[in-house]
């Protein structure tokens, strides 16, 4: 395996940081989801650095991948429980770390924030060449279900390659019997998500797409489209992008919706949809970012 440059990725492991604590610090019942965007991607850009990907704001039932559309006009309600997900990238090297955040005034969903805060805190105690990701799989559903919820089985935690944020390795959320052993210099992010007991504990592909992956180039007819995937090609080749990205090129909502559309039926681009509780039920998320060491792990990224 290439050996890792740790002190840049702790670089970039900080501006993440950096800018979720910006976002999560704005989270409040009527702010808006753009403003939060835009706030914790400058940060990062005003450092220096690339995006491994848009920050994800998904909120209650909403597990991942939701980030605020072209001229988004959403804003947060009184009680909504908001996992913030994000990461800087420099040369190839991607963050990725992520909170959740309550607006609610009173503790409803303290319980449920302690739970993946915690289930990390294990698996991370648990990280070491030679450990298998089932038996950390099993103690993060131990702890997520000592304090009344479920583990989320199909997300979890996963290898980080350059330029790809999810290589090799899967770290399940519960006891799926894989004897896949860490190794000695693996970069690796842990995510456990929680719901309700109640819920489902399986995630589906819900109808908001706002981030999207360049696949390669096509033949497009649509003046529009063609205009659309030049820019793509020339800034967001390698990364996943948001849509609302694009304002610059295409900044009318119906013209840019309908050209992505139209690359993603050509094979030129693929989409993330929103990810929710099969259910509906509402969901919590911590995530950290790691290198596996001998005997135990060196975090880079953790908020
Ligand atoms: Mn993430
Ligand atoms: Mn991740």
Redesign the pocket.
Known sequence: MEKLDVEKLKEVGNASVEALNIAAQMIKPGAKLIDVAKAAEGHVAEKGFDFA?PI?ISINGQA?HYTPSLNDELAFGENDIVKL???AAKDGLLG???LTVSTASDNRHASMLEATKEALDEAISMVKAGARVSDIGKAISAKIEAKGFQPIRNLGGHGVGVHN?HADIFIPNYDNGDDTALEEGQLI?I?PFATLKNGKGIVVEGDAEEIFQFEQSANVRMENSRKLLKAIMEKYSTEPFAARWLGSVLNDRFALYSSLHDLMRAGAISSYPVLVESSGAIVS?H?AEMVVGKDSCDVVAIV
Do not use: H, M, S
Request: proline content about 0%; overall charge negative; aromatic content about 14%.
């Open positions: 990907f994800n991942a997900d994000f990461g990725d770390v992520a944020l992010a995510e998320q995530e």
